[in-house]
DNA sequence: CAGTGGTCTAGACCACTGA
DNA sequence: CAGTGGTCTAGACCACTGA
């Protein structure tokens, strides 16, 4: 039984209030003076308390005016985007990786993201196949900027994917991930043993570092084999 | 041009070194009193600075070590899932609802999952169309526990959705979404104006209220027509 | 104009843990 | 044991805005 610092109980006694609906949206909530009373704290503590609150969403804060539970749930949900090799190793499966093709190529003329991406410089592009428990799990291919990574273009990717390199090599990353449906191509099927144009998730992600693209990367999952699971709730991230 | 508090000031100073790359992961940043003389602040001001940016995830904290720039990108991707409704209008769509069917019945004794949900009380079950310009968008099936939400009985859904009403009525939820891809069955695929068996993205979200299941919603959406975009990147949710 | 939240100070004691 | 982060205090001044 380990003591929850004050402003951690403050916390969680607003927010437990809340959830259950014993306060409604839209309700005033005790002032900062009020809960150094209710609590016999500093004006700091209670601040703490209603900062993170109002940091997660759950109340609105308007000077003179109070506090106010928030109006509507935070529409913001947390979506777990996983490594796929460390996905599939913690489902307990084998994980395996073969690549399909490679090679360096410059930016088409046509395309206006891929000039952008390569900035005058070459693009590597690499697909390949994941596996688990020797099953095609999902196909993928990737696009690298060879301006904005150099170093890859000594990399062997003929069992480990490209993704794991770059993880390891360029490891702070702003990304945007756009998730989708499609109905399998004829290569795509056959890579995945699927019929033609059978349903599939798609998963477009695109990774920057800094202010330079660094990759994009375009992923289909056999539909039913792996769902994506985003959580929104009372549990919010620690300090 | 707004003047940045001070311990804004701090975090983002931070904050752009990490994300620059001029500083990487696992690299020391300087104590909380070195900060203090960098900035001429008290400690409490470069304290809330760093507490920020661990609970973002973008540095580590231990207490003796010191503060660490964080191992990988927090991976936790901020997917936003929006009311049908109101994206669809903000498209510059027009939005209209059509119910498909209603009924009230029993939990199915062969499911688990509606008999919790239930709690031993009838369950409604509604399903319908969302249309943005006269163009079939999503399938939807929901199922709403009527011991949770009793009121709902006398509501009507011929033209508005469920999930509208639920937002008004029920405001502060838990919520789980799960993301996957389905080839269409007979029955959607002619409320959708698709093929049979053509690729929808899907989204099944259950959500509660406190401790109380109160709605499960199966939506499809025809592929290519809906994506779902979740982001992580410099910009942190605000105070 | 009174009360609110936003910010900041200059201290304090503590637990923890690497050297 | 020295330095670190975690927490808390008891003040302070400010901008803002509803009554």
């Known amino acids: 039984m380990k003591l929850l610092p004050l402003h951690e109980r403050i916390r969680t006694d607003i927010e437990s209030q809340i959830l259950s609906g014993a306060i409604g949206p839209g309700d005033k ?37 109070g506090t106010f539970v ?7 949900m947390v979506l777990d985007v996983p490594d796929l090799p460390v996905e599939i190793v913690r489902r307990g499966q ?13 930016a088409s003329p046509h395309d206006e993201e891929e000039q952008r991406f390569a900035e005058r410089g070459r693009l590597l592009f690499v697909s390949g196949v ?3 428990d020797d099953q095609p799990f999902a196909y993928e291919e ?30 702070w990353t702003e990304a945007e991930n756009r998730i989708g449906a ?3 191509s004829a290569q795509s099927a056959e890579i995945l043993h699927i019929p033609t144009g059978a349903a599939c998730l798609t998963i477009d992600r695109r990774t920057w570092r800094g202010e330079k693209y660094v990759t994009h990367v375009h992923q289909q999952f056999v539909a039913g084999r792996y769902d994506l699971v985003a959580r929104f709730g009372a549990v919010q991230r620690g300090s």
């Open 29 to 65: 909530i005790a002032s900062e003076s009020g809960l150094m009373e209710v609590y016999g704290c500093a004006r700091m503590t209670v601040n703490k308390a209603l900062s993170r609150l109002s940091a997660a969403g759950l109340v609105d804060r308007r000077t003179k005016a």
């Open 70 to 76: 928030a109006k509507r749930p935070n529409e913001m």
């Open 94 to 106: 084998a994980y395996r990786y073969r690549m399909i093709q490679r090679l360096e190529r410059a």
């Open 130 to 132: 994941h596996i688990a």
């Open 142 to 171: 990737r696009l690298v900027s060879l301006n904005a990574v150099p170093e890859i273009a000594g990399a062997d990717f003929t069992s480990e994917p490209p993704g794991s390199w770059l993880l390891r090599h360029i490891p």
């Open 182 to 184: 499609v109905g399998a």
